[in-house]
């Protein structure tokens, strides 16, 4: 890499500046460029994680003047010489994931609305990462080429941050870019890689939109978080109730019951259409047809296709009932008969009139997906791939855009004569076009994204060299498209005759074509015809005898399944998507193996998409409509726009959602009612399931006992490969998924009588060591493990595996849970990473206050122990109905902060309510006392809390370790029993600890 000068005054040295793509293709083409130009010297190419072009001497006008005010430069503005390094990436550097602390299981779907987001780079970006900041160490200046879309600013905001990492002299040393316009970080505008294009962006560079960064960081951040919460909701419930949900494929997506704000609306129009051909109910018609024998006058005439007749001396003319068709036999039956007794038609009518056949107006990506989709029977998916291949290959503009009006200063005529030089039809045509007048300015369509032009050729090949015959096919409609824009509407004769008979009218339209214009390009795709022809000519006032009169019947059909061309046109409607994302959703839906398409590019759903949308409609929540995505997608464009800020949309928007989830959450069995009417229970005989023993517990609804089971065809790339295990009842038809481990039902004392759970009377199991399980043991009821008792438990195991040690039931004796155990009561002060809070926990030794992160490999230390003395101590919850007046109660006014925002990194510190054992201690505590541990000195001096600190490490390590009892869980070894996770986790929450001095 060329070293840096020390001259800092930018006189007599070349200005270093870093080139960055979102393609390789793209930075071949700008090296090739940037290579050509007058004057410049090209060095070797040099490869680390992507290649690196070098070009010394290129001129252009310094980047130094441009960003700013200084958009446009003139043509005789004196020039600079750089050397341009050019690289590329592959799309997004970076990716957004929850921490480890929000596993699947640790903490419930509901959690994920306020989860902080963690932004890092997977492990196939890491390369790119580091080769940009080893790049952009010694540079001058930064120019971002990635494409021109909401979706290039954001990831051209990706790659800026990464740089000034690597070199913060960019920013002039600060970090923000926001915060210094004046930076050295440009952008180039531009559509093809073609090298007039490419140095007129170089003379012409800008900045980063910074609205657009915002629109695509709120909209990303509002789909993974909805997204994430109701896909781990359907997928942890789903699949512990039924079969079939789970493939055992290696490939995680098949296995996850996803759900997306785009994907699930693109279903819905999909099963909308199934239902109304479901519900269809045919129904009788009755019809008149009516035929007449006409002369032609003398001469030949055009038919509807263009070709001329010879002269013929009469022809059928097939005349249309203007009411078409009535439901009513016997008031059509009288209609016909009175028809037949007038015995002649009377011609009432004879018009004719010009018609024009309107070229169409220039292609977007929307329309061009429905005209590939309608004339090659090509997915929308396969077509975008195939156009940006010719994009990279500069044979077509860049292929994602919503412009439909092309800029004056397009030089089309210049475009049309470098097709004279291509043999066959688009040589032939474009002459024509350039002869006689016939070359048009195109239409203008209402679009316009003031970001691209529209999807035109941009270099006139043969389509026969080009060796893939998708990408063949893109290429030869896209230039018929762009050649038919600038062709003449074609034009044409109309004629109509009605006639009358009895009190029944008959009409019949013929078409006749004088010119066919932007129709010759087009054809085979675009016809103009009503397939009779011209008409002949008669007298009003005629009488003609039909050659046939009929009375027919028929009956109605069921609408065609959605084609793929429907889709499209009702997500662009809707506001489902965006240009360059409808594609992407129309393939997720059929990836997650919710819908089909078939040979005619016709959408069927599958009984998983059924099942979803049926559900959530039994619910009022009819998330397959696209409301709420219109919603959203209006939102981020105020924020494209300027007019709104991320945070004023974010907020509101996951507000509405989340109140959503609660609906659904708490009326999830209208869910599993629906998934039940398609798919088998768990453990049913249909499914791959081996009897290990019968008779082995009590069920609580039939009150019969439950056979136990075990799975054949488990996911054998699981790392813990233990089968999974089901209690199937046969008299009910449902099963019930248990844990990992060594299953024995559970009885009371020497009576031997089955320990019924109180809550669902299921017979409680106890699970021991061993089949996968290395703790101490533990009770669970079956019921409740896969569908927790909202009344019982806390929210943190909402979805979650619940075991009896979770529990808040007041009679039980295996109940051990804590109420307010989920609720964060401060944050660790021992732990660096943001989401570890302290939560109160109990175990066989009292209550206790221990991090969220203490568990796993690197386990935190921070335990603080409360007094024996409390019978029951939980957290003091807010009031949500009246968080004024309860917020005092509690919070601790003095260690909160004052900024209520759960979603930025203010502190909050929660007051504790302890109920003390009689006679336990000193009179002014009372029966019950309220405070916080933190600060209320007088509470931690007459109860002997201790809290703990940072250098008690010096005199000896706090561990944390396990114990067993049954009411208890003690290992962080409990695995995922829906096999989404691989990793054994810890159940986040309910550790039953002890401390060690070492």
């Known amino acids: 890499m060329p070293r840096r000068p020390n001259n800092n005054n930018g006189i007599n040295r070349q200005l270093i500046v870093l080139n960055v793509a979102e393609k390789p293709s793209v930075a071949r083409a700008l090296a090739e460029v940037f290579s050509q130009c007058s004057g410049s010297v090209e060095k070797p190419m040099r490869r680390t994680a992507a290649q690196i072009f070098t070009a010394e001497n290129v001129q252009f006008p310094s980047v130094f003047t441009q960003g700013n005010c ?105 970090s923000d870019p926001r915060a210094n316009p004046n930076n050295h970080i440009y952008r180039a505008k531009f559509s093809t890689v073609l090298p007039g294009e490419i140095k007129q962006a170089l003379r012409s560079l800008g900045r980063v939109n910074e609205n657009f ?104 003319v097939h005349m249309t009932w203007k009411r078409v068709r009535l439901y009513d036999r016997l008031m059509t039956m009288v209609l016909y008969e009175s028809c037949l007794d007038a015995g002649e038609a009377v011609v009432t009518s004879l018009s004719g009139r010009p018609k024009n056949k309107w070229r169409p107006i220039p292609l977007a990506t929307v329309e061009l997906q429905k005209r590939a989709s309608k004339y090659l029977r090509i997915g929308s998916e396969q077509l975008m791939k195939a156009a940006e291949e010719l994009y990279n290959s500069g044979l077509i503009s860049y292929p994602r855009t919503e412009t439909e009006i092309f800029r004056p200063e397009f030089e089309h005529l210049q475009l049309i004569q470098s097709f004279q030089g291509v043999n066959g039809q688009f040589g032939e045509y474009a002459t024509k076009l ?17 970001a691209h032009p529209p999807i035109t050729p941009c270099k006139a090949v043969d389509p026969q060299s080009i060796q893939d015959h998708v990408q063949r096919g893109v290429y030869t409609l896209v230039v ?90 009702l997500m662009d409607r809707n506001g489902i998507g965006t240009d360059a994302t409808i594609a992407q959703h129309i393939a997720t839906i059929q990836q997650r193996q919710y819908a089909t398409r078939d040979n005619q590019q016709k959408f069927h759903p599958t009984k998983l998409g059924i099942a979803l949308v049926e559900g959530y409609n039994s619910m009022g929540y009819q998330l397959n409509k696209p409301d709420l995505r219109r919603e959203t997608e209006a939102e981020c464009n105020l924020v494209a726009s300027g007019r709104k800020s991320k945070d004023q949309i974010i907020g509101p928007i996951l507000s509405k959602m989340r109140d959503c989830f609660d609906r659904v959450n708490a009326e999830a069995h209208k869910l599993d009612l ?55 009842c046969s008299t009910c038809a449902e099963g019930y998924p248990v844990p990992r481990g060594d299953l024995a039902p559970y009885f009371n004392g020497q009576d031997r009588e089955p320990f019924s759970c109180p809550i669902c009377k299921f017979q409680v199991l106890k699970i021991s060591r061993g089949e996968g399980y290395d703790g101490n043991g533990y009770t669970v009821c079956p019921k409740c493990f896969s569908d927790a008792p909202r009344d019982h438990s806390p929210r943190s195991t909402d979805n979650v595996d619940f075991r009896c040690f979770s ?98 990194n203010n502190k909050i510190v929660r007051k504790l309510k302890f109920c003390w054992k009689p006679g336990s201690v000193p009179p002014h505590l009372g029966r019950e006392y309220i405070g916080c541990v933190l600060c209320d000195d007088m509470l931690r001096r007459d109860t002997f809390i201790s809290l703990p600190q940072r250098n008690q490490e010096e005199l000896g390590q706090i561990e944390i370790t396990y114990t067993g009892e049954d009411t208890m869980v003690e290992e962080a070894g409990i695995v995922e029993e829906s096999g989404i996770v691989e990793e054994a986790e810890m159940v986040e929450g309910y550790l039953h600890a002890e401390i060690c001095e070492i």
Not at 221 to 238: K, N
Not at 434 to 450: A, E, I, M, V, Y
Not at 507 to 534: C, D, F, H, V
């Open 213 to 316: 960064v915002d629109a695509v960081h709120a909209r990303s951040e509002l789909d993974f978080r909805v997204g994430a919460a109701f896909t781990r909701f359907q997928t942890l419930r789903l699949q512990k109730k039924f079969q079939g949900l789970r493939t055992g494929s290696n490939d995680s997506s098949s296995s996850v019951v996803s759900y997306g704000p785009c994907q699930f609306p693109t279903l819905g129009f999909v099963v909308e259409r199934w239902a109304r051909i479901e519900t269809f109910v045919p129904e009788d018609f009755w019809f008149l047809e009516m035929k007449l024998e006409l002369n032609e006058g003398r001469g030949g005439h055009m038919n509807g296709d263009g070709n001329v007749n010879e002269q013929s001396r009469s022809r059928t």
């Open 807 to 904: 529990c808040l039931h007041q009679t039980c004796g295996l109940a051990g849970g804590t109420r307010g155990g989920h609720i964060d009561i401060y944050p660790c002060p021992f732990c660096d990473s943001e989401g570890s809070n302290v939560t109160l926990r109990k175990s066989s030794r009292g209550y206790m206050l221990t991090c969220s992160s203490s568990g796993g490999a690197e386990r935190c230390q921070y335990v603080v122990w409360l007094p024996k003395a409390a019978r029951e101590v939980t957290v003091c919850e807010e009031d949500e109905n009246d968080p004024v007046n309860t917020s005092s109660n509690a919070r601790c006014p003095n260690c909160s902060s004052t900024n209520d925002d759960r979603r930025t």
């Open 434 to 450: 350039l002869t006689n007048n016939n070359f048009l300015n195109p239409r203008k369509g209402q679009n316009d994204d003031s």
């Open 674 to 728: 629906a998934v039940a009417r398609h798919f088998q229970a768990l453990g049913s005989d249909g499914g791959n399931f081996t009897v290990l023993r019968q008779s082995f517990s009590k069920c609580g609804q039939c009150e019969n006992l439950m056979t136990l089971k075990e799975m054949q065809d488990d996911n054998v790339q699981n790392r813990v490969r233990v089968k999974r295990k089901v209690l199937f």
């Open 480 to 569: 018929k498209h762009y050649l038919a824009c600038c062709s003449r509407d074609a034009i044409g004769k109309e004629t109509e005759i009605i006639t009358k008979i009895s009190s029944e009218e008959f009409l019949a339209k013929g078409l006749m074509i004088l010119e066919k214009n932007w129709l010759e390009i087009y054809e085979p795709w675009e016809r103009w015809s009503t397939g009779q022809g011209e008409l002949p000519r008669v007298q009003v006032g005629s009488r003609i005898v039909p050659t046939s009169f009929l009375m027919k019947d028929g009956r109605t059909t069921p609408p065609l399944p959605i084609s793929e061309v429907e889709l499209i046109s």
């Open 70 to 174: 200084n958009r446009n430069a003139r043509a005789n503005e004196s020039t600079a010489p750089h050397i341009m390094i050019t690289t590329s990436i592959r799309g997004h550097l970076s990716s957004t994931e929850f921490g480890a602390a929000y596993g699947w299981k640790s903490v419930p779907p509901s959690a994920l609305f306020d989860a902080p987001i963690e932004t890092g780079y997977k492990p196939d970006m890491e390369p790119l990462e580091q080769m940009l900041r080893t790049e952009s160490r010694n540079v001058d200046a930064l120019i971002l080429w990635l494409d021109c879309d909401r979706e290039g600013e954001a990831i051209a905001h990706e790659v800026r941050e990464v740089c000034i990492r690597g070199n913060p002299r960019l920013n002039n040393g600060l």
